[in-house]
């Protein structure tokens, strides 16, 4: 029997004990947006330490600093053989709306194949699969085929906003050839997929200030100006009736997107009324010229995640208020910076804003650039291979639309390409109520990351 095949053997008749460390694994209500659970962010990076000791990996720690611990562990016992970085978070979501729960949201629930938990897919379950990739490995033979870095931390659900530092002094300790990182999805289930693209993000915040106090609207209404309008009109001017944005040098940095690339794509089994149909419209509405993939792949945009101002309670209240707000994003492609689209980005609306009001624009920290990686590395082709044997299906070349800020940051700081392998379902409902993992893709998924570390030898 080989290497390989003993190591999918103990992974087959470890699944009941797995599945019971999953389930402690999301017992664990590691929030890192709310200051409350701090201390449980801490129990979260000790389980996550106590799992990388169980699997034999050497010189697990967790680092204190600025935010929640940040942990590691190694297998390096041969300098001749690659070194590959996994990175994962422990880190979840908040559970709201409560309500919307079927089962408490840190109660595992299995049933139907799935287990039901905040943090089931993003990114416990994902990690997890790593994890236990590397026990079955290191249990089975005693060895790794590569030399292997894990790297987990806990505030990439608040955009890692201490992770930079941590990377910078701990290079040596983080030193690879490889990156990789599974925090997305398949294509669908018993599809995998390898992400070559993510688009980057940049966050605004928009202010608009008129009189010194709210208004009565019968008294100052038609003769001071109202900030909600004034801030709706200069939202509005953002897109043309086609969708193309029209600040000023927007897309100076945007390449076209290449003939290859848009086959490819054409060649995936999408359909578009599924997928329009999954969210509830009729149909779709963004740039023209280019496909809904393409659309979310691969062009730039910019939304308006909310807007609030004057009275919003039940009943009327007729003011014209004083102040107006909204919070906006633009999600970006490879060559644009986040620093130079939120500077034309502020300059556009302090232009378009009319002298009766003010305008104030602040950016939040943090922001990525877009990334994209040559689908046919070393690296690529022996994920397909591992993929491919393991689900018996052909892995696909897909993009993402959201961002991961560290990839383009370990692209940055050293180099590294990475492989994005996901193992979420289009129904896994990450961020939202009733997060939960399909099991079968839990398993079969591990077994993939056995082949993986093996054919990247």
């Known amino acids: 029997m080989s290497g390989i095949d003993r190591s999918l053997t103990y992974l087959r008749e470890s699944r009941n004990r797995h599945l019971d460390e999953f389930c402690r694994y999301l017992e664990l209500p590691s929030i890192s947006s709310l200051p409350e659970h701090g201390g449980d962010l801490l129990e979260c990076a000790k389980y996550t330490a106590a799992l990388l000791t169980a699997a034999s990996l050497d010189h697990v720690a967790i680092h204190e600093h600025a935010g929640p611990p940040i942990v590691t562990a190694s297998w390096k016992r041969d300098p001749r053989l690659p070194t590959v970085l996994i990175y994962g978070h422990y880190d979840v979501q908040p559970v709201d709306p409560l309500e919307l729960w079927h089962h408490p949201p840190f109660e595992p629930h299995v049933t139907d194949d799935r287990v039901f938990a905040r943090g089931a897919t993003d990114d416990k379950g994902q990690i997890l699969m790593h994890i236990h ?17 894990f790297l987990i931390e806990g505030e990439e659900e608040i955009g890692s906003p201490h992770l930079e530092a941590f990377l910078e002094t701990n290079r040596d300790l983080l030193r690879a050839d490889l990156a990789i990182i599974s925090d997305s999805s398949m294509w669908g289930e018993g599809m995998p997929a390898i992400t070559t693209s993510l688009r980057g993000l940049v966050r605004l915040e928009m202010t608009v200030t008129g009189p010194k106090c709210d208004l009565h609207s019968g008294s100052f209404g038609g003769a001071i100006a109202n900030p909600l309008e ?32 848009r086959q490819q794509l054409a060649g995936l089994p999408f359909a578009s009324e599924n997928y329009l149909a999954d969210v509830g419209v009729g149909q779709s509405w963004g740039e023209e010229g280019f496909s809904i993939l393409e659309r979310v792949w691969h062009r730039p945009t910019f939304e308006i995640n909310g807007m609030w101002g004057g009275f919003i309670g039940p009943g009327s209240k007729t003011v014209l208020p004083s102040k107006a707000h909204a919070k906006l994003s633009m999600r970006l492609v490879p060559n644009q910076s986040p620093d130079v689209i939120a500077a034309r980005t502020a300059a556009f609306f ?34 397909r291979r591992a993929l491919s044997e393991s689900f018996k299906h052909q892995t696909y070349i897909v993009g993402e639309g959201g961002t991961i800020p560290i990839v383009a940051k370990m692209k940055e700081m050293f180099g590294l390409d990475t492989l994005l392998l996901g193992f979420g379902l289009a129904d896994s409902r990450p961020h939202s109520p009733n997060e939960n993992q399909h099991l079968p893709t839990f398993h079969t998924g591990t077994e993939g990351l056995v082949r993986l570390l093996h054919y990247l030898a």
């Open 133 to 149: 990739a590397v026990e079955a490995i290191l249990k089975t033979t005693g060895s790794l085929p590569v030399n292997v870095v």
């Open 230 to 261: 004034i801030m709706a009109r200069l939202l509005a001017a953002v897109k043309d009736q086609s969708g193309r944005i029209q600040i000023p040098g927007f897309y100076d940095e945007v390449q076209d997107i290449p003939h290859s690339m």
């Open 350 to 383: 302090q232009s378009l804003a009319p002298a009766c009001v003010q305008v104030e624009m602040v950016r939040p920290k943090g922001g990525s650039p877009g990334i994209r990686f040559a689908d046919d590395l070393p690296s690529f082709r022996a994920a």
